[in-house]
């Protein structure tokens, strides 16, 4: 996977859901680029609810000028929120990695998941696998 080299301090993505998902695995913050589909709303996920990317935005002719390219890769390498997000994505990474071990969140909800088809599962209502993120 390209994303986990040491080399790579940002991603710019268009934001679709393998790429977002890819993202959070590697730990590594995003800058954002969305064109359609699922993907402005995977961008604001990243940028306003996980806090781990920036948003590229085009100016009123819809051009992307190096200028902003160059002002949002600052912004998440070196700028004030910088740390912040190098944080947050690395927490990310290993709560998507303690999610898919054995006994995980990911493992118990899919082997809860066959259960249920195969109907021999009790729903227990107060069964939750949320994750809460500090901000």
């Known amino acids: 996977m390209?994303?986990?080299h040491p080399s790579?301090?940002?991603f710019l993505s268009h934001c679709g859901w393998n790429s977002t998902l890819e993202t959070i695995a590697a730990g590594v913050p995003v800058i954002a680029y969305p064109q359609w589909t699922d993907q402005p709303?995977?961008?604001k996920l990243i940028v306003d609810v996980l806090r781990i990317g920036v948003r590229l935005r085009p100016n009123q002719d819809g051009i992307v000028t190096n200028e902003e390219v160059e002002k949002s890769?600052?912004?998440i390498t070196v700028g004030p929120r910088a740390e912040e997000v190098k944080k947050t994505a690395a927490e990310l990474k290993q709560l998507a990695q303690k999610a898919v071990v054995k006994g995980g969140s990911?493992?118990?909800n899919i082997q809860w998941?066959?259960?249920e088809i195969k109907g021999n599962s009790i729903t227990d209502p107060s069964r939750s696998t949320a994750v809460q993120l500090n901000h």
């Open 2 to 4: 390209v994303l986990t």
């Open 106 to 108: 990911s493992d118990s």
């Open 41 to 43: 709303t995977n961008a």
């Open 73 to 75: 890769i600052e912004e």
């Open 8 to 10: 790579i301090s940002c």
């Open 113 to 115: 998941f066959v259960d």
